[in-house]
């Protein structure tokens, strides 16, 4: 059940990311959603316990260095998309390619989301339990009603 939820997740959001096109502020939106999940993924984990500055400094530099390389991603992938699968003659070829996408790039992030729980001795299903079933799609909701706004 968790793998089939983190993949229609991801899914989804790689369908944003197809549609909605980067600016400063979506790239703030993004950044910020990928700091805010990603730091209360890891902050009830039971990494280093005994200093809590360190855990949360650790918890901190992860959660920066991860939310920057995820916007990063989200803003490569828009353009990467726009300018070579949608120009795309032959339809089997993006089919394939997308298919591809939207089976590999849920792959990955279950295996991150493993390693992570692995390396921040979080419990088994931590981020499911925790965070998408109470927070993601939340917020989700929330970006996607400010992204109208903007728009």
Known sequence: MEIL?????ID???VLGI?????????LIVFTYCCFTT???LKTC????KQINIKYFITLMFT????????YCYVRFHKLYHKYIKQTKK?????????FILLVIPCMYFINIKLQEYYFDCGDH?????TLSNIGFNIIDKILVTLKIIK
């Open 5 to 9: 939820i983190l993949f229609l997740y």
């Open 12 to 14: 989804f959001v790689i």
């Open 19 to 27: 549609i909605i096109k980067p600016s400063f502020y979506v790239n």
């Open 39 to 41: 730091f209360n993924i």
């Open 46 to 49: 039971n990494l280093s316990n």
């Open 64 to 71: 920066l260095i991860y939310s920057i390389f995820c916007t």
């Open 91 to 99: 339809l089997g070829d993006k089919f394939y390619f997308l298919l």
């Open 126 to 130: 931590h981020v499911i339990i925790n």
